[in-house]
């Protein structure tokens, strides 16, 4: 049974750029959540994502945006990146309820941004 | 604003002896917590959870504590082995929603 799958690994961009990052959730599961963990913090929640539909949003700026697909997988964007956005991108799926579910996380995408 | 506190950055026990790992919350809206722990160089792996109806959850070696009252909850993991050695995180989520709010972890090392 596959976990949270997530690539690439490792990411190196210049201030200004563009970067998409690409998760697959565990089998069996629909949802799946965006979460961004800088050097000595937890992870903040970015957005989630079911049906297709960003669902729900942390406190992120617009240059933050998401995709999932008819597969569930899903894409983070992140568009003119600053300095600040070099952390540890970590996807987490789950199985959409009325109650909130554990979600499974993925071993992260490292983004430097130089 | 940080919802979810963990104000031990690190901690060393005794290998056999027990590990406590506090956490703090400040949002009387959570009524769900888990626990993850993380390994270097992996995502978080899940650990232990507990709603707010009750006020402790065992799972073989980890138990968590949930005080309402005080907006506090811990782990307790016994014995405590090498093996344990990673960072701990708390969360906390209302049960209607899916976002979860992170504490900023404890480093737990444990000394054979």
């Known amino acids: 049974d596959a976990g949270v799958t997530q690539s690439p690994t490792h990411l190196i961009k210049t201030r200004g750029q563009q970067v998409t990052l690409r998760c697959s959730p565990k089998?069996?599961?629909?949802?799946v959540s965006w979460y961004q963990q800088a050097l000595g913090q937890g992870p903040q929640f970015i957005f989630q994502?079911?049906?297709?539909?960003?669902?729900q949003r942390g406190n992120f700026p617009d240059r933050f945006s998401g995709h999932q697909f008819p597969n569930y997988s899903s894409e983070l964007n992140v568009n003119a990146l600053l300095l600040g956005d070099s952390a540890l991108y970590l996807c987490?799926?789950?199985?959409?309820?009325?109650?909130?579910?554990?979600?499974?996380f993925g071993p992260g995408t490292r983004l430097t941004v130089l | 604003d940080q919802q979810v506190k963990q104000n031990s950055p690190s901690l060393s026990v005794q290998e056999g002896r027990i590990s406590i790992l506090n956490c703090d919350y400040t949002n009387s809206m959570f009524d769900y917590f888990l626990w993850y722990k993380k390994y270097p160089a992996e995502g978080p792996t899940f650990l232990i959870s507990?709603?707010?109806?009750?006020d402790k959850n065992e799972d073989g070696r980890f138990t968590v504590f949930l005080n309402k009252s005080a907006k506090h909850l811990s782990l307790h993991i016994v014995p405590s082995q090498p093996g344990d050695s990673a960072v701990y995180f708390c969360a906390a989520s209302r049960v209607t929603g899916n976002q979860f709010y992170f504490g900023t972890g404890t480093s737990l090392t444990v000394i054979p």
């Open positions: 994502y079911y049906e297709e539909e960003e669902r």
């Open positions: 987490a799926s789950s199985l959409f309820q009325r109650e909130v579910d554990t979600q499974y």
């Open positions: 089998s069996g599961h629909d949802t």
């Open positions: 507990i709603s707010s109806i009750k």
